[in-house]
């Protein structure tokens, strides 16, 4: 019984951080990927950022719009996933989701995929002034 709960969204100024979290239940993060994604208003759900902790050391991956503002990070011993963001801008107004996908992490054009990610949480909202 999977269960992944996405906590620490609310609304900030332009400017400002958030940090959101996710707990993972009933899920073993081996070497799956983990990811965060976003829905915007009237847009299609995208990849934010997208981690992985297996025998290849680890690793993380950025859409472009929120690199060098957003960082993910995973603590395995509490089994929880983060995603800090600063410098939060307008444009990043969306309901945030955790993901889990069934098998590893991709590198490319398709790094990251809806249909890849099998376990989602229920959305965090952030909204920035």
């Known amino acids: 019984h999977v269960q992944l709960v996405e906590s620490g969204g609310g609304s900030v100024q332009a400017g400002g951080s958030l940090r959101l979290s996710c707990a993972a239940s009933?899920?073993?993060?081996?070497?799956?990927?983990m990811g965060w994604f976003r829905q915007a208003p009237g847009k299609e759900r995208e990849p934010v950022a997208t981690i992985w902790t297996g025998l290849d050391g680890g690793g993380a991956d950025y859409a472009d719009s929120v690199k060098g503002r957003f960082t993910i990070s995973s603590d395995n011993a509490k089994n929880t996933l983060y995603l800090q963001m600063n410098s939060l801008k307008p444009e990043d107004i969306a309901m945030y989701y955790c993901?889990?996908?069934?098998?590893?992490?991709?590198?490319?054009?398709?790094?990251?995929?809806?249909?890849?990610?099998?376990?989602w949480g229920p959305g965090t909202q952030v909204t920035v002034s």
């Open positions: 009933g899920y073993t993060y081996s070497s799956n990927c």
């Open positions: 993901a889990a996908a069934r098998g590893f992490c991709v590198i490319g054009s398709n790094w990251a995929r809806v249909l890849d990610f099998g376990y």
